[in-house]
């Protein structure tokens, strides 16, 4: 979203994604291989990807195989293929022939995201993300209803952590990274349990594991998986990631872009953390692209983080420092004393807070379109900056109680 054109979003940088997402979007280590949002990206010279203009070709498998390549994945409802080279196989001439076939709108290489993360105290007693948006009032009027679905694209979730519910299926089930436990803690562990934390929403919490052990994540599987979570009919996506646009390669994004759409036109909300660079004019993509709520960090005082990425895509922010969440028991990303828990710190962090806020809005009412739930997000919020929306808090930091209320009466229909 944008104070500007609603839900369409301007374009800050004249390129257009990198191959890599920054999967975790916490200070420190390693996205891009050197910092998140540093202008590199990691190709994979051994897979391509392409979009097709109307619709995916029946001949396209023998097409492949007949220059060099396979067709390893491929979605019809945004007609998405992606291909694995033969060894073989030379990277440039194999797109340079994709892409003179009539029928594609673009072709490019693929490429990794990667996770970035800094865990801090595990000893800090405060879970203060919940407190500074009401999120205790809230849940007088509901802590989630089961038959709303989040689902959390990350490295997966650690379905054995007692503060999780993590009904996720074929694989799903596990995390060995970590990361993927730490946000889905955050917007979803189980409340009042004498556990570990309490999470934001008591919903049907999904994993979607877009990312290897080592926190290594293909753009072509984080919009695959985000068109399979949307026709499956999730309510909300939540995405800690993201990545620079600024590239000399062109058409890196357009697939994900799609992607996007298409979990728009199915009713779906997403969000997406806003980046750990620093900087006041420029959100990482995912999170300044059309359809997406950006969100970026406070502290417990509510002062932005001096990470946290503003800018034009800028929606909303959230608890993003020292933030205590679920951790598997081997998680690498705190290491073997985190206990099943720890705190981490990072925009990736402050995400899940508004993912879990958007559950909520649709326990109280599911038939809540999507743009009534970005609307119901950014119009109850405490403003932190300039009045009305500004770069370096967006809309501000959400009230929960508010939300929930205004929700209600827009599901009445007096609004």
């Known amino acids: 979203m944008s104070p500007v054109s609603g839900l369409t979003k301007p374009r800050v940088s004249s390129g257009v994604l990198g191959l890599l997402l920054v999967l975790g979007l916490a200070i420190g280590t390693a996205p891009f291989s050197a910092q998140a949002g540093s202008g590199t990206v990691e190709k994979d010279k051994d897979t391509t990807k392409a979009l097709f203009e109307d619709g995916i070709p029946d001949d396209i498998e023998s097409w492949a195989e007949d220059n060099g390549a396979t067709v390893n994945a491929q979605e019809e409802r945004i007609d998405y293929v992606r291909f694995a080279l033969d060894s073989d196989t030379e990277g440039d001439e194999f797109l340079d022939k994709l892409r003179n076939r009539s029928d594609v709108t673009w072709a490019n290489y693929d490429a990794f995201a990667r996770t970035t993360l800094v865990p801090n105290d595990p000893a800090w007693p405060v879970q203060y ?15 989630g209803d089961d038959a709303v679905r989040l689902a959390v694209l990350d490295t997966g979730v650690d379905g054995t952590h007692p503060d999780l519910d993590a009904p996720c299926g074929l694989d799903r089930g596990s995390d060995s990274n970590g990361h993927g436990t730490h946000v889905s803690g955050i917007a979803a562990a189980e409340i009042d349990n004498g556990g570990h ?32 979570a949307s026709a499956s009919g999730v309510d909300v996506i939540s995405m800690s990631l ?37 900087r006041e004019r420029d959100v990482s993509e995912p999170g300044s692209m059309d359809h997406v709520v950006a969100v970026g960090s406070v502290d417990a005082d509510k002062n932005r983080s001096s990470f946290s990425n503003g800018g034009f895509g800028l929606d909303l922010v959230a608890a993003g420092e020292d933030v205590r969440s679920t951790v598997p028991s081997t998680s690498g990303v705190c290491g073997p004393e985190a ?35 970005v609307d119901v997000l950014t119009d109850n919020t405490e403003d932190l900056g300039d009045g009305g929306w500004d770069r370096l808090y967006g809309y501000g930091l959400p009230n929960a109680d508010v939300a929930l209320t205004d929700a209600e009466s827009r599901c009445d229909g007096s609004l």
């Open 129 to 143: 993300g919940p407190r500074i948006i009401d999120a205790p009032e809230a849940w007088n009027k509901t802590t």
């Open 242 to 278: 993201g990545g620079d646009c600024e590239t000399d390669d062109s058409a890196f994004c357009r697939g994900l872009q799609e992607a996007i759409d298409f979990a728009w036109q199915n009713n779906v909300v997403v969000v997406a953390a806003s980046g750990n660079d620093g």
């Open 339 to 373: 206990d099943l828990m720890c705190n981490l710190t990072g925009t990736s962090m402050a995400t899940p807070h508004v993912s879990g806020l958007a559950s909520l809005l649709r326990s109280v009412c599911p038939s809540l379109a999507n743009d009534r739930v």
């Open 197 to 228: 934390i309490a999470g934001m929403a008591q919903i049907d919490l999904e994993s979607y594991p877009v990312c290897d052990n080592n926190g290594r994540c293909r753009i072509s599987d984080i919009a695959l998986n985000i068109v399979e």
